[in-house]
């Protein structure tokens, strides 16, 4: 690592605006320390100006070498969405730098995000104290639909976007043994989706993998910034994104509690959040009129069929939260169909 810091040097200080540099020539590369991270994700270094407390950029390095594409895709797509989204992308997001090759190892520096986790600056609050909860939440569905919004383009005809989810609903067919009521509940679902994709006109950048840690604010400000894109990708569905945040939040809820069958304890959280705070959030988000966001039970059972199949799919391997993710669309098929 001590020859990637030296290259990572060297590159920063060699970016140039005209004949200014952008960034000091004595950028000092700091690797943080993440060794209880899973194996797919990525090693991450700060750079820091001299003399200064915060960081300036940030570099990201995969653990695994043939994961680099996920760099290459969150590169690509921040690139995307501040040629999108103009001024505005500043408020929101990391501002692409570079993606680079030194040798073997693929790296993508960013901009720094001042700011704190919700995961941190909220430890004691979210999803627990359910006031504090509700006007978060209400403002991250606020920020969400800025972005959807400011990405939505007109979707060009025969997409085959549309037909993204019809083959993640094979391969969970394909993956897990369902039983005649799960298989109905699927076929279901995709023809629900179906009808509304066929209906709608836009198409958005969704981030993919929207949950609370993936959210920063700074301190004495309203905004809040959206990190770690390595997952979006274009879609005429904003499900993902909107219903994952929520789910994501039982699921954190019930892990502290130590649940064993998490599952049911995550329906239950969430059917315990149906009469307040997933209205109130909802209601943030609003209706769109150009691109999809399927109802409740819908939407939530098309997350659990991302979630299920994604390590499988894009890893090749099984991981633990997947037959969780599994049985929770299991669960949500008793829900009614008239959210």
């Known amino acids: 690592m001590t020859a990637l810091i030296h290259d990572l040097s060297t590159f ?9 540099s952008i960034y000091p020539a004595s950028t000092r590369w700091v690797m943080v320390a993440n060794g209880d991270a899973d194996l797919n994700d990525n090693v991450i270094f700060f750079g820091f100006e001299q003399k200064k407390l915060d960081p300036i950029l940030v570099a990201k390095a995969p653990r695994v070498p043939q994961n680099d594409w996920m760099l290459k895709i969150e590169y690509d797509r921040l690139t995307e969405l501040w040629k999108l989204l103009g001024q505005t992308a500043e ?18 520096i960013l901009s720094y995000l001042h700011g704190e986790s919700l995961t941190r600056i909220s430890r004691g609050t979210l ?29 060009e005809v025969d997409d085959p976007i549309l037909r993204d989810f019809a083959s993640k609903a094979k391969r969970f067919q394909e993956l897990f043994a369902l039983s005649e009521k799960e298989s109905q509940g699927l076929a279901e679902l995709l023809d629900f ?30 905004e809040l910034k959206f990190v770690d ?7 005429v569905d904003v499900s993902l994104d909107v219903y994952f945040f929520i789910m994501t939040g039982a699921f954190t809820v019930v892990r502290r509690q130590g649940e064993e069958n998490l599952a049911k304890a995550v329906a239950a959280q969430l059917s315990a959040w149906r009469s307040d705070l997933i209205p109130a959030y909802l209601n943030a988000y609003g209706h769109p009129e150009n691109f999809v966001l399927l109802p409740l039970r819908y939407g939530m059972l098309s997350c659990c069929v991302e979630k299920a199949i994604r390590s499988e799919v894009e890893f090749g391997y099984k991981h633990p939260d997947d037959l969780m993710w599994r049985n929770l669309f299991t669960e949500l098929l008793d829900w009614s169909r008239d959210d």
């Open 12 to 20: 920063t200080a060699s970016l140039r605006e005209g004949n200014k």
């Open 91 to 108: 408020s929101y997001l990391p501002k692409p730098v570079a993606f680079k090759q030194f040798g073997n190892q693929s790296v993508l």
């Open 127 to 155: 999803w627990k104290d359910m006031s504090y909860t509700s006007a978060l939440a209400v403002k991250v569905a606020h920020s969400l639909r800025v972005l959807d919004d400011g990405t939505a383009r007109r979707l």
């Open 193 to 222: 989706a179906n009808r509304r994709y066929a209906a709608a006109t836009h198409k958005v950048l969704i981030q993919g993998d929207f949950w609370h840690g993936n959210l920063i604010q700074e301190p004495n400000h309203d």
């Open 229 to 235: 894109w390595q997952f979006a990708r274009w879609s």
